[in-house]
């Protein structure tokens, strides 16, 4: 037996719900509205509850975010400058330089993290390496802008074109993660909003 005005479980012996006072001597006929409404209350909740379920699957948002961290850990090896001339000839890679292995420690992290579904942190990671990456990117462009010499003899070989690329699916990613955040954050209010009653209290779930 349970009490038509809150849902408690009780014995069936009470007169008066121990828990919010309703006089049980009313007869079912006056209450057969109530207990239709405390009937589907723990419905409710567990509808409620199942919007709070743990994400199993994967979102484009994530799939987006770990294919632009894996071009950018690839382009970090990748050469990134070629040097040409009349006798000698070679490449220069990220990772000769410590803002190579920063950036693919960054990619490595922003890989990660949609893999385990934290999209908050994610979005942070994924705009951080997207900035740097970009840093690196103009840094190089300004160089060859304003030297004449580098012009002729150097051009921008595969890992540049990849973390152009990378980063172009960096701001990607950003722009849907924040999406995703913001649908959750209203899809969360939306459902305490409609499944906590006015009065700020939830029936306990039996």
Known sequence: MFCPQCGKKLAGTEKFCPNCGFNLAVPPASIRWDSQVVASQPRCIESADSAYQPVTGVAPSELVTLAAALLVGIAAFLPFLVVSGTSYDYSVALTDAPDGAVLVLLA???????????????????????????????????????????????????????????????????????????????????????????????????
């Open 108 to 206: 490595i992290a922003t890989a990660i993290l949609p893999m385990v579904h934290r999209r908050a942190a994610s979005l942070v990671l994924s705009s951080i390496m997207s900035a740097f990456s970009l840093f690196e990117v103009c840094s190089v462009a300004l160089m060859m802008l304003t030297s004449t010499h580098a012009t002729y003899y150097v051009t921008f070989g595969a890992g540049f074109c990849l973390l152009a690329l990378g980063i172009v699916m960096g701001v990607v990613s950003v722009i849907l993660l924040a999406r995703d955040i913001v649908r959750s954050k209203r899809r969360r209010q939306h459902v305490m909003g409609s499944f906590i009653p006015a009065n700020g209290s939830v029936p306990p779930r039996q």
